[in-house]
């Protein structure tokens, strides 16, 4: 038996991961946690709504925390994971964007590892499974573009918090669905990327596929590529994080090859460029990528309330990298102090947009 304490229960991947236990006889939940929602219909122990999680996780002694809470709020659980040295599988992103080195040293110091959710990351994990990183020329991060791959800047002018939410592939909650759009969630996923894999910025490239069938690949240095291909269905990640190494079954279909064909291009910076304002933030370092993140948090909620227009997500974080210092965060407060700070100068770029 696997004891699994799901965090974010109640969003796109908690109901996800929910149907990925029920179908496991292996997989149990020893806890289930949401931040306003209620978990009336959620069968676990342990049960949690809002609140500092680290004593529901210390009570229910999981072997792995599947961290599904959407942004920043996550950090307390996935630090808690990786000291405790307990498995981590991480969809909450915005978490080792924004505390990186931190939770990389908890990991170092708890002996825990991460196990990515993200269906780009699973699919990078996997390709490069006991391969060493010298072996390795280039990860390539995949995505769809969003619903407004193709467009041009005035084009994007006066869009809906409507028009964003229709992404073309996945189903997701709102606000990954947003950055989606803008692209920021491919900025998060570089960011994440470098954490997860080690491996400079220099080396991570991003391609669009608009279809979402291939998932990611990795450039080895002997001309190779692995990729990692199959239907866009958070159950597979998912799946494959909890069960690991198992790799269970899921009742996704298999690809109809015959069916595909394949096309890539190039992301539009220009049009996009949270892209761009991502990668700087992530070779800048420090806390540089914590500001952009809570920035992105502070003006995607903007724009779903109708506040910010579209095209202002990026002014809003591109001024607020510009106003903070990036001074590395030596701990859990001075980072949660830092991430205040990008809030609060968000905040103050709203007043003023
Ligand atoms: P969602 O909005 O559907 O669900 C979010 C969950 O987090 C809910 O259960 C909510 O109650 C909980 N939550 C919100 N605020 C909280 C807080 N302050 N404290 C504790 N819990 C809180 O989001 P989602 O689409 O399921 O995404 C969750 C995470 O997974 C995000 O980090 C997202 O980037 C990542 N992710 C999602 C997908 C996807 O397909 N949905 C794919 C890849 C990565
Ligand atoms: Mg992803």
Known sequence: MKRVALLGATGSIGRQAIEIVEAHPELELCAAASGSTPLDDVDAPLKQVGGDVTDLLERARPDVVLNAVVGFAGIHATLWALESGVDLALANKESLVAGGELALAAMARGGGRILPVDSEH???????????LEQVEHLVLTGSGGPFRGRTRDELDSVTPEEALAHPTWRMGPKITVDSATLANKGLELIEAHYLFDIPYDRIEIILQPTSIVHSLVRFRDGASLAHVGYPDMRVPISYALTYPERATTPVPPLDLTALTLQFEAPDVETFPMLTLA????????????????????AVTAFLEERLPFLGIADVVEDVLGRSDGAAAESV?????????????????LRVA
């Open 122 to 132: 699973s699919a990078l994990y996997q390709c490069l499974e006991s391969r060493r």
């Open 279 to 298: 990668r700087e933030a992530g070779e800048r370092g420090g806390t540089y990528p914590c500001a952009f993140n809570a920035a992105n948090e502070v």
């Open 333 to 349: 407060d001075e980072l949660l102090e830092a991430d205040r700070r990008a809030r609060a100068l968000a905040e103050e770029g």
